[in-house]
T-cell receptor
Framework: KAGVTQTPRYLIKTRGQQVTLSCSPI?????VSWYQQTPGQGLQFLFE???????NKGNFPGRFSGRQFSNSRSEMNVSTLELGDSALYLC??????????????FGQGTRLTVV | AQSVTQLGSHVSVSEGALVLLRCNYS??????LFWYVQYPNQGLQLLLK??????LVKGINGFEAEFKKSETSFHLTKPSAHMSDAAEYFC????????????FGTGTRLTIIP
């Protein structure tokens, strides 16, 4: 069974540009969540999508957005990039079955560097 | 709201010694608790989880953790450290009933001394 796939693995962008990151969840998983990981702030929740709807949102500015497609694949977009957006962006997928707990499976991440 | 505190950002143990990584949580309702491991330039891998039932949970690679409600703790242990255990470990909490959001601690970097 294939794991969570994130593309691209590495990305370098210039301040002011926008970027789109992609995540393909494990087959059958309906929930996709995104996290930002930085040395200073650690792992922070961005948002969660379930059946194409944003179900939960973290405390990030509106420059950060996402969507989920009917096949559960998800994208996140960051507009008007700032230096502080440099981070490892992790995608996690889960079955989203309450009695199983949130058994999230993570991708290897996309390392975004803003210069 | 929920939160997680991991005591000790860096822990060093000798190969073969006991590993103890500490995690305390705060939650308004009984939470689900998790330990994840991250190797350099990799994503996170689930080590073990507690949802309900038995408070001592066993995970992969010989790790286990005990949920202690009275102490609001979920410490991770392994009887005998191996060089391959060197990594960063994250404790996380989520609320039950279909909430997929994980709140993570700041992580503990584990170093194994040969």
């Amino acid at each position: 069974k294939a794991g969570v796939t994130q593309t691209p693995r590495y990305l370098i962008k210039t301040r002011g540009q926008q970027v789109t990151l992609s995540c393909s969840p494990i087959s059958g998983h309906r929930s996709v969540s995104w996290y930002q990981q930085t040395p200073g702030q650690g792992l922070q929740f961005l948002f969660e999508y379930f059946s194409e709807t944003q179900r939960n949102k973290g405390n990030f500015p509106g420059r950060f957005s996402g969507r989920q497609f009917s096949n559960s694949r998800s994208e996140m977009n960051v507009s008007t990039l700032e230096l502080g957006d440099s981070a490892l962006y992790l995608c996690a997928s889960s079955l989203a079955v309450a009695e199983r707990g949130t058994e999230a499976f993570f991708g290897q991440g996309t390392r975004l560097t803003v210069v | 709201a929920q939160s997680v505190t991991q005591l000790g950002s860096h822990v060093s143990v000798s190969e073969g010694a006991l590993v103890l990584l500490r995690c305390n949580y705060s939650s308004s309702v009984p939470p689900y608790l998790f330990w994840y491991v991250q190797y350099p330039n990799q994503g996170l891998q689930l080590l073990l989880k507690y949802t309900t039932g038995a408070t001592l949970v066993k995970g992969i690679n010989g790790f286990e953790a005990e949920f202690k409600k009275s102490e609001t703790s979920f410490h991770l242990t392994k009887p005998s450290a191996h060089m391959s255990d060197a990594a960063e470990y994250f404790c996380a909490v989520s609320l039950p009933f279909g909430n997929e959001k994980l709140t993570f601690g700041t992580g503990t970097r584990l170093t194994i001394i040969p």
